[in-house]
Each structure stands twice: as structure tokens, then as C-alpha cells.
């Protein structure tokens, strides 16, 4: 970690988000100049950490910040992983080394200049507030067998954060996490090479952790972070569990297909047997939601009977969210 970033990470350390701390605290603390503090502050405003400054009490943080341990977690995880404090894109990160690593190497950040999420939209990722993570994964089959792969990896999510506790979590087909309705993760997978018998994939995800009330007026739909179930998982910890539950159920989905998993992902539908639009631009299909089939496809039901719909362009909206 380069002198820029240990800096700023002591700052973070000295910093709360419930009481004020004086700028003369930190800089006896931290052996620095008032002048150093003050600057290194405006540089992590500027990397979208939001920080209070009241003249006369100090500075405190809009929200809590958690960091990665990063000893931990390369300790903690049995494959190479590649920890930064800022990086464009940790899937941009991995597609570019798709040559020198293997199934199951991770790239973690705690910002990202560049994230990307579907469609091309733009991924808010403010230092140390959320998680963003790319794995990389080589399938031993074609890429036709892979359809269905990021609704596995919504699976994998929600169960990593079920068996820490978290309650009222839900999937969005294609590749949405909700917690009480509100979207909490995001998923997007990108391929990096393939033949007629392996595929080589970028499984790219970022978790809400803890938003704070500026960074969410810049997001377009409703959305909700782990800081609002009232005891946030450690990002550590969090993190290696995702890791080992990606891991396992990869290999599942590589000797089972999707079919493994279609009940897990029924159970935490929140569309299932609800009525609902596809959008499909221009064009539009409503009808009751009868979850997935094992090509990864949403199954719609109406008047013509029960259809199958897949590919990018489908968007899913609920007609009426009810509570499960």
C-alpha cells in the first residue's frame, strides 16, 4: 500500500460517524500538520467518501466506512487475490490478465473509477462504502451450457448473506438482489474466452454496504445497503464466505447444470406467481410470473398459455410488490 493510501485509511481509522473528532486529535495521532489532514480529507471527499466539517467540533463521517482487512483476507482465501484501494473496473482488472490466472482468483476494491453494470450503465462505487469484486472462473463446457450462470451467482449471494443473518433478502431475475424490495447487489458476467469445450467467464459483483443519503440521489431506482438490517457483516468476512460459496456452487452448476438450483431460486423469487411486465422495447408482455426453467429463461403465463423469455434486453418490473 503506496504512502497516498495508508494516509487516508489512518485518517478513515481516527473518523466516526457519531460523534465529531477534532482535526487536532487526528494530527496528534497521526504525527501530521492540521495543513495534511485537511488536504488528504478533501482528496477522500473527492473519492465520494462524504465527511462533515464543522468549524470549532471537527470532522465525523456521514455514514460508517468498513475496509477491508487485507492480511485477512488473503490469508483467508485459497486462491490468488488482488487487492487494491482504487482501480478502474476490478472486471476490467481481470479480463485483462485472463491469460495468467486461474478458476477461483478474485479481484477486490475499494473504489473503482469505472464500474460498469449492465447495459452499460454506470456503477456507483464510492471508497470504502460498498463491496466490488470480480472472479475469475474457466467452465468446462460451452458457452450455449452456460445461460442461467448469473442467476447461480444470485443464489450464491443471498445464501452467503443468509448464513450471516441477513433477513428479507430476494432475487430479481436476470441478476438482482433486493433486500426488503430495494435493490442490494448487482451482478455482471463477462466473457473472456471460450471454445467448443470451456468457457472462460469474469463474474463481477457489488454489494450496498453502507450509502450514504448524497451517493443515493444519484442512483435511479430504489435501492437499499446492509447498514439498514441493523448489524452490517464484517467486509472481510463477508467477502471470504461469498468467495467459498461462489466456488461451491460453481462447481455444481458445472456438473448439475441449472437445474440444482431452481428450487433455491424459486424460494427467494420475489416475482414469483405475481403479475408482472416484461419490457421488452418496444413491446411489452404481462402476465403471472411462474419463475424459471432450466435454460435460465423467465416464465411468463397468459392467455397463450405459459412462454418462455430470455435475453438482454428483457426488463423486469413488478405490476404489485407484495411482502412473501
Known amino acids: 500500500m503506496n504512502d497516498h493510501w495508508l494516509r487516508k485509511r489512518q485518517i478513515l481509522a481516527c473518523l466516526r460517524h457519531n460523534v465529531f473528532v477534532s482535526g487536532e486529535a487526528i494530527a496528534q495521532t497521526l504525527s501530521l500538520s492540521r495543513a495534511a489532514i485537511n488536504q488528504h480529507i478533501d482528496t477522500l471527499k473527492d473519492y465520494g467518501v462524504e465527511i462533515y466539517s464543522v468549524k470549532g467540533k471537527g470532522y465525523k463521517l ?50 473503482q473509477s469505472a464500474g460498469r453494470g449492465r447495459r452499460g450503465r454506470k456503477w456507483f462505487s464510492p471508497y470504502g462504502h460498498h463491496m466490488y469484486a470480480s472472479l475469475f472462473w474457466r467452465l468446462n463446457r460451452d458457452i450455449a451450457r452456460t445461460s442461467g450462470l448469473s442467476l447461480v451467482v444470485g443464489c450464491s449471494i443471498v445464501q452467503a448473506l443468509q448464513d450471516l443473518g ?47 443519503a448524497a451517493q443515493g440521489e444519484l442512483i435511479d431506482q430504489p435501492w437499499s445497503d446492509l447498514s439498514a438490517t441493523g448489524h452490517m457483516p464484517d467486509k472481510t468476512m463477508l467477502l471470504v464466505k461469498l468467495h467459498r460459496q461462489l466456488k461451491r456452487d460453481l462447481v455444481l452448476f458445472e456438473q448439475q447444470g441449472l437445474e440444482a438450483f431452481l428450487q433455491r431460486w424459486n424460494d427467494n423469487d420475489l ?9 421488452m422495447a418496444p413491446n411489452a408482455v404481462t402476465g403471472i410470473c411462474r419463475g424459471i426453467d432450466k435454460q435460465g429463461a423467465v416464465l ?22 407484495k411482502p412473501n
Open 166 to 212: 441477513v433477513e428479507g433478502l430476494g432475487v430479481k431475475w436476470p441478476n438482482d438482489i433486493y433486500l426488503d424490495h430495494k435493490k442490494l447487489a448487482g451482478i455482471l458476467i463477462e466473457l473472456s474466452h471460450h471454445s467448443d469445450t470451456q468457457t472462460e467467464l469474469v463474474i463481477g459483483f457489488g454489494v450496498n454496504m453502507s450509502m450514504s
Open 62 to 111: 456521514a455514514n460508517a466506512i468498513s475496509l477491508i482487512n487485507e492480511s485477512e483476507l488473503v490469508n483467508s482465501i485459497d486462491n490468488r487475490c488482488f487487492y487494491f484501494d482504487e482501480i478502474k473496473s476490478t472486471n476490467a482488472f481481470m479480463l485483462e490478465h485472463a491469460a495468467e490466472v486461474e478458476s477461483g482468483d478474485i479481484c477486490v476494491s475499494e473504489y
Open 300 to 321: 411468463l403465463e397468459n392467455e397463450q398459455g405459459i412462454q418462455a423469455f430470455v435475453g438482454g434486453e428483457i426488463s423486469l418490473r413488478a405490476s404489485e410488490v
Open 271 to 279: 416475482f414469483i406467481n405475481r403479475e408482472i411486465t416484461l419490457l
